[in-house]
């Protein structure tokens, strides 16, 4: 049976839905709307983020339960496995490691070589966008990972007091 969450816990579990629900949003604007189209290492980073909102929405169902808490448990770990993807590839974009070396295009269309021919070529190792310095996947990696931190913080807190389970 649910009970009643400390404002830590619920905290915890709007920011395990609203982080990458956020982050999400961000990239299909980024590539629909300003034609930042995405390399692998960027779709690396989504499927963690869909995962982690697929964890949350659980969580919500079943809310002030133990399974409820460990949902959101779940959802700051994808959400912190985005991060570090992101961390691995701004990484490759300053050049202070070495990644993939296969790149990626768009779709292939109804003409399908046409499509690859005319397709350009996505790189791992170029930032689409930067701001001061900063790509998308360094502001994914200091995004996620502080938010998996404070996620976690928040789930650590609502252990100290009184339990929500």
């Not at 779940?74 to 993807?85: D, F, N, R, T």
Request: include cysteine; hydrophobic fraction near 55%.
């Amino acid at each position: 049976m649910a009970k009643t969450m400390t404002g830590a816990l619920q905290a915890a579990y709007l920011a395990a839905l609203v982080v990458p629900g956020t982050l999400i949003l961000a990239v299909y604007v980024a590539q629909y709307g300003f034609g930042l189209a995405p390399c692998d290492m960027c779709w690396w980073q989504r499927y963690p983020h869909f995962v982690a909102i697929a964890f949350a929405i659980a969580a919500f169902a079943v809310r002030g339960t133990r399974l409820g808490a460990a949902l959101v448990l779940l959802a700051a770990l994808a959400i912190g496995v985005s991060g570090v993807i992101g961390a691995f590839h701004a990484g490759v974009e300053y050049g202070w490691w070495q990644g993939p070396t296969a790149c990626s295009s768009t779709s292939l269309g109804n003409d399908p070589l046409a499509s690859i021919m005319n397709a350009p070529l996505i790189r791992c190792d170029t930032p689409a966008w930067t701001l001061h310095g900063v790509s998308l996947a360094g502001f994914n990696f200091l995004i996620s990972a502080s938010s998996a931190l404070l996620i976690l913080a928040l789930l650590g807190r609502r252990n100290k007091g009184t339990h929500d389970d």
